[in-house]
């Protein structure tokens, strides 16, 4: 009689909702399925979200960009890949984002060509005098410092060149000066037209890394004691 269980007799070690009425009961296989289709749709969500967040930096504020041709040997080389900071005119609070100085290799639309689109660097701000003369740039004058430029890529002399910088335009130049279309030939480049300042290089891999800016003495205006002391001279 030991052996006589009562019907619907639980077996000892099981537990039963009729224990506890706090006890919830789990079916795995369809926690399982329902668990995986909810981690599924985060999923989805944080795609989703990443796509959206490179659409927005893509058209507000980076941009990659290739380089074609060799006018800014040694600097960049035809094929590599560069990102572009297109915040170069935002303002939020007297912060600017990316203004535009002297050196910065610039991103714009040819002038004469708004369908292309060049890579050089800033040589001439608004507002200054530009003077190519003997393959030396001299800015109000004064000669510029170049330590971007390779004598190599600087060997045939073009003619001379005086330009005024207007504002809300900029003078720019390829740093293979024997091998670039830039503003001494075909002008100035409007404040418009630049829309972008390269900062990184993401290709070739072992060029990968910041641009370097450098740094830039800013000419100032001859005086007249410099240019009694140039005639002294």
Do not use: C
């Given at each position: ?48 979200l ?54 910065d ?12 689109s ?14 190519v ?69 993401y ?31």
């Open positions: 009689m030991f052996e006589l269980r009562k019907k619907n007799q639980i077996d000892f070690g099981m537990v039963s909702p009729a224990d506890d009425r706090d006890i919830d009961v789990v079916e795995i296989r369809r926690e399982s399925r329902h668990g995986l289709w909810f981690e599924s749709l985060r999923l989805l969500r944080d795609v989703f990443i796509i959206i967040v490179f659409i927005l930096l893509g058209v507000f504020a980076v941009q990659p960009v290739v380089v074609e041709g060799t006018s800014m040997l040694p600097q960049l080389h035809d094929g590599e890949r560069l990102l572009v900071n297109k915040l170069v005119y935002y303002k939020w609070r007297s912060v600017s984002w990316g203004h535009l100085e002297r050196g290799i610039v991103v714009f639309w040819y002038p004469s060509d708004p369908d292309k060049y890579v050089k660097r800033v040589i001439g701000l608004p507002g200054e005098t530009v003077e003369r003997n393959g030396k740039v001299y800015i109000n004058g004064r000669e510029l410092a170049e330590p971007y430029i390779d004598t190599i890529h600087n060997q045939n002399l073009r003619e001379n060149v005086i330009k005024s910088v207007d504002q809300h335009y900029y003078f720019v130049m390829g740093d293979n000066r024997d091998n670039s279309s830039d503003s001494r030939v075909w002008g100035l480049v409007p404040e418009k037209y630049i829309y972008g300042k390269a900062f990184f290089r290709w070739k891999p072992g060029d990968v890394g910041f641009l370097k800016h450098g740094d830039y003495d800013v000419p100032e205006p001859k005086t007249l004691e410099d240019l009694k002391a140039e005639e002294d001279e």
